[in-house]
């Protein structure tokens, strides 16, 4: 899996009724969610938002920083609202459980790593996979 770099928002993007839904349905779960799960979600609370402009919101929300978004390890993205800031993930394989962690030796390696290579504007991700304890 892989996540989204947080960024800084786009000036441009004006706030929509669907964008909002969009967040408050991901207010709702603590893990990571897709876009059709979402949808679903969306459509039972009586909602009326289309699945393409469900995606279309989840992208745009990822690009801004607002959510983090993970590939799994079958491709598909899925969604989470967390908090801001850089950070990393602690994954369960089993439930989907999600911990935010900080990893300062992970950001001291990759800055001297970028350093020595002469790279500049560097990002990183890292996401760490396991099984959580209720579910061992």
Avoid: K
């Avoid at 909002?20 to 679903?40: G, K, M, Y």
């Avoid at 469900?54 to 079958?74: F, H, K, S």
């Avoid at 020595?116 to 990183?124: A, I, L, P």
């Amino acid at each position: 899996m892989t996540t989204t770099p947080h960024r800084s928002p786009e000036p441009s993007r004006r706030p929509t009724r669907q964008r909002a839904a969009v967040a408050a349905a991901l207010a709702e779960v603590e893990e990571f969610r897709s876009a059709q799960d979402l949808h679903a979600r969306l459509r039972e609370a009586g909602d009326p938002v289309g699945l393409a402009t469900v995606y279309r919101n989840l992208q745009a929300m990822a690009a801004d920083g607002e959510i983090d978004m993970l590939r799994t390890d079958e491709g598909e993205a899925v969604y989470r609202a967390c908090s801001t800031g850089h950070h990393h993930h602690l994954v369960c394989r089993e439930c989907g459980r999600t911990v935010e962690v900080e990893g300062p030796a992970v950001e001291s390696w990759a800055h001297r790593v970028s350093a020595e290579h002469g790279f500049t504007d560097v990002r990183h991700t890292l996401e760490i996979f396991g099984t959580c304890p209720q579910c061992s």
